[in-house]
């Protein structure tokens, strides 16, 4: 599983006209499922997500997690963050699981993470997302499990 993560200072999902997620200061969380991903690296992925360290304490350090700050959590599956760009001029897709596997395993994160904090939203599915962000920093970090 990888996920770009992004915090941001307010991060918005839309799909046609309509606002389907929503997030005030937090992370943002581009996810994508491999083929290889089981229960344990979708529970690893919840955990990184929630306890990674990008937020500053007193000192300004990034000490503090999102589980710390309680800042929300704005889930978005991108199946082209697994995309193969390592030859040619244009991506292969083989590297991501197939679609019926991605959704149960972009699903599994989104409860695995509900059930762990409780300012969790999510875009939508397969669909074509439009994905605004304010990103506070910037800091963006890829996470692998």
């Known amino acids: 599983m990888i996920a770009l993560i992004q915090r941001v200072a307010h991060a918005r999902v839309e799909v046609g006209e309509e606002t389907v997620g929503e ?8 996810v994508a499922v491999e083929p290889e991903d089981n229960a ?53 897709f083989s590297t991501a699981a197939p679609p019926d ?19 969790v939203e999510t875009g939508r599915f397969g669909a074509h997302m439009k994905v605004s962000l304010c990103n506070d920093g910037p800091v963006t970090f890829l996470l692998h499990t």
């Open 23 to 30: 997030i005030g200061e937090g992370l943002l969380a581009l």
């Open 40 to 92: 344990g690296t979708i529970l690893r992925m919840a955990e990184r997500l929630l306890a990674y360290r990008v937020f500053g304490d007193a000192e300004g350090k990034m000490n503090r997690s999102l589980a710390e700050t309680g800042g929300g959590l704005l889930l978005v599956s991108q199946f082209t963050l697994a995309a193969e760009t390592g030859k040619g001029l244009r991506p292969g």
């Open 101 to 119: 596997q991605a959704r149960r395993g972009f699903e599994a994160l989104l409860a695995a993470c509900r059930e762990r904090h409780s300012k």
